[in-house]
């Protein structure tokens, strides 16, 4: 493991737990002021393999590389929020829409209309997939979608989704298995969505930058 990727993971866990705590005290008026927990350790940990192994995966270059963790920490607080809340607030929402947005022209390894089309075809997929299935897909999922469209472009988004999808089933279905909830219990899918973002950057070859002959062995049989 590379040094970038060790300060990155041991950073984002430090993030990670800090987002869960935040979660669950600010703003006042949602604060449960639950004490830290199995979600606070699973969060920090998850927060730190994910950055560490985007940093590793990573041939960008460091400005690049560096806006990539900078989304990934906003998706971390929204993934706390959500969890904890059930909601995306614009708070964090906005600032990653701007950012997204602004690194459209200057992504190196996704084009400005890939990019565009990536984020139309995400709202609109899933906006379409909320009509049709009421309750399924929450304001604040579109307004996240959105961005993770931007970032990883077309046809890229198509993975993020089915994989948020498949993921989303999964834990549902676990979820109804062992009775921890029912058929009408609102399960956030925001999560889902970052986690589907993050599989499909480190799946692909060149998301992250084209890989390097160390990495090829992990990356290629997983494109």
Same mark, same amino acid.
């Given at each position: ?107 190196? %390894? ?5 990019? +565009?089309? @990536?984020? =139309? !075809? #995400? ?5 379409? *997939?909320? $009509? ?67 599989? %499909? ?5 060149? +998301?992250? @930058?084209? =890989? !390097? #002959? ?5 990356? *290629?049989? $997983?494109?």
């Amino acid at each position: 493991m590379t040094t970038t990727a060790l300060v990155a993971g041991i950073a984002f866990a430090v993030i990670g737990a800090g987002a869960e705590r935040l979660a669950s005290v600010w703003p006042p008026d949602e604060a449960s002021r639950r004490p830290p927990g199995l979600r606070t350790f699973l969060l920090a940990l998850a927060a730190g393999l994910v950055a560490a192994a985007i940093a590793w995966r990573s041939t960008l270059p460091v400005w690049a590389l560096a806006v990539h963790l900078l989304i990934l920490g906003i998706l971390v607080l929204l993934t706390a929020t959500d969890l904890e809340q059930r909601r995306l607030p614009h708070l964090l929402l906005d600032p990653l829409i701007v950012v997204a947005v602004l690194f459209v022209p200057f992504n190196p %390894t996704v084009g400005w209309m890939d990019a +565009l089309v @990536g984020a =139309a !075809v #995400a709202v609109g997929f899933m906006g379409l *997939l909320g $009509l049709l299935v009421r309750g399924g897909v929450a304001l604040g999922d579109l307004y996240l979608v959105g961005p993770i469209g931007l970032v990883v472009g077309w046809p890229a988004i198509f993975v993020a989704i089915f994989v948020a999808g498949l993921l989303s089933a999964l834990v549902s279905a676990l979820l109804l298995l062992t009775r921890r909830a029912g058929l009408k219990t609102y399960i956030p899918f925001g999560p889902f969505l970052v986690a589907g973002m993050v599989v %499909t950057l480190l799946r692909d070859s060149t +998301l992250l @930058g084209p =890989a !390097v #002959a160390a990495l090829s062995a992990v990356v *290629l049989p $997983l494109s």
